[in-house]
């Protein structure tokens, strides 16, 4: 393998000061750095061994970098599934779970799994399975100063 060279390390270094102010990826930080350890004379197997990646990965960032420039060591945009509950429903959702089901509607004295399920079909139309909803319980519940859970 012929030895890895940074011609260009300045937008590195330039790109480390500016993100290292802000909030940013911890993997594109990661990669910047071990460009600028071959830009400083260290070769792919030494930043490879030294951060548990593979030669080929670092060459891989080294071709990103000179063919996208810095932005080419940002991870690509995930698709993902869509949420089901978007960030108003999620916040109506927190506010109906401070109060007692019976009062939207719900027939239960206290939230549970079931009750969950039933108030968000009949209220936002979304369909969530009993699991899910019990997740959503966990997150979503007002909290107590002592850490416990209201019902």
């Known amino acids: ?16 000061s500016l993100k290292m102010a ?4 911890p993997a594109f930080l990661h990669r910047i750095h071990c ?4 830009a400083q004379g260290c070769n792919c197997y030494q930043v490879g061994a030294w951060f548990s990646h593979s030669p080929r990965t670092i060459q891989r960032w080294v071709h990103h ?14 698709p993902g599934r869509l949420p ?19 009062e939207l509607g719900v027939p239960s004295s ?25 997740r959503w319980l966990g997150r979503l519940r007002p909290q107590t100063a002592g850490g416990m859970r209201q019902h």
């Open 110 to 134: 206290e939230w549970n799994s079931s009750a969950l399920e039933r108030h968000l079909t009949r209220r936002f139309g979304v369909s969530l399975s009993r699991r899910q909803c019990l």
């Open 1 to 16: 393998m012929h030895p890895l060279v940074i011609d260009n390390p300045e937008p590195l270094y330039a790109a480390l």
């Open 22 to 25: 802000g909030d940013v990826d």
């Open 84 to 102: 089901r509950l978007d960030f108003a429903t999620m916040k109506d959702l927190k506010r109906d779970l401070s109060r007692p089901p019976y």
């Open 35 to 38: 460009l600028i350890l071959l």
């Open 65 to 78: 970098y000179r063919h996208f420039g810095v932005e080419g060591l940002r991870d690509d945009k995930k």
